[in-house]
């Protein structure tokens, strides 16, 4: 909690030069470096009605296009929701600016088909930052 609220602090302080993609947030002898990262929310789609021929073409090529930018270092993570609700999945993109994300994005064989939406926000979080 104490890290939390040390990081909403320097937050707050930095956020009037909010252009910047990366900033250092100290707790006792830690330092991080916060960087800027876009985080995509994938919806439900309106092109809900393919046969399941098309479907299995478009979800190889959606994991295609994840795969390839994951190789190219344009995305962090990854991965579905669990359920079936309207949220599908996420992306953590590691791009200079939010417009190359949604261009990236734009590209999913699953969005051009409409199969998928997509919402796409900045997000900051520690570099290093892992799942456990």
């Known amino acids: 909690m104490k890290i939390l609220l040390t990081f909403l602090t320097m937050f707050i302080l930095t956020s ?8 250092e947030a100290r707790e ?18 309106p092109n809900r009605n393919i046969d399941s021929v098309k479907l299995a073409e478009i979800q190889k090529g959606h994991l295609a296009h994840l795969n390839k930018l994951a190789d190219d270092g344009k995305i962090s993570i990854a991965g579905p929701f669990d ?7 996420i ?8 417009e190359e994300a949604e261009q ?3 590209e999913d064989p ?8 997509f919402e796409i926000y900045p997000w900051w979080a520690a570099k290093g930052s892992k799942l456990n």
């Open 91 to 98: 992306i953590i993109f590691n791009t200079k600016t939010k």
């Open 28 to 45: 006792g002898d830690t330092t991080f470096i916060m960087k800027k990262y876009y985080f995509c929310l994938l919806k439900r789609g």
């Open 110 to 117: 699953a969005v051009k088909a409409g199969r998928l939406i």
């Open 104 to 106: 990236l994005q734009s």
């Open 16 to 23: 009037i030069s909010f252009s910047q993609e990366e900033f």
């Open 83 to 89: 359920g079936d609700f309207d949220w599908r999945g």
